[in-house]
């Protein structure tokens, strides 16, 4: 777990060139270079864009590291409901 943490922060960071926000353009690249497999419109600059303003909730127009935190949450929710089902069906065979 702690290695996990460490890889978010040292990819928003170098995402974001140690700024403390990430602007569209850094944002549309994390996730189409690390959800690609995860998040079907990873390439769609338009989708991108709507999931950056759902994540803004200071709407500053960037997304900093605590509204970064909330994607990977959501989406590590996501994956846990996934295996969980997953394993369900497995079990029911
Ligand atoms: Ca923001």
Same mark, same amino acid.
């Given at each position: 777990m702690e290695s996990a943490i460490k890889t978010l922060v040292t990819t928003?960071?170098?995402s974001s060139k140690g700024k403390e926000? @990430? *602007?569209s353009k850094s944002?549309?690249?994390l996730i189409s270079s690390q959800f690609g497999s995860m998040m079907e419109n990873?390439? *769609?600059?338009?989708?991108?864009d709507k999931v950056m303003g759902d994540l803004d909730s200071n709407n500053d127009g960037e997304v900093d590291?605590?509204?970064f935190i909330i @994607?990977?949450?959501a989406l590590t929710v996501a994956c846990? *409901?996934?295996f969980l089902e997953f394993n369900e069906k497995s079990e029911t065979k």
């Open positions: 928003f960071l170098s926000n @990430l *602007d944002f549309q690249k990873a390439q *769609d600059k338009e989708a991108v590291f605590t509204e @994607l990977v949450g846990n *409901d996934f």
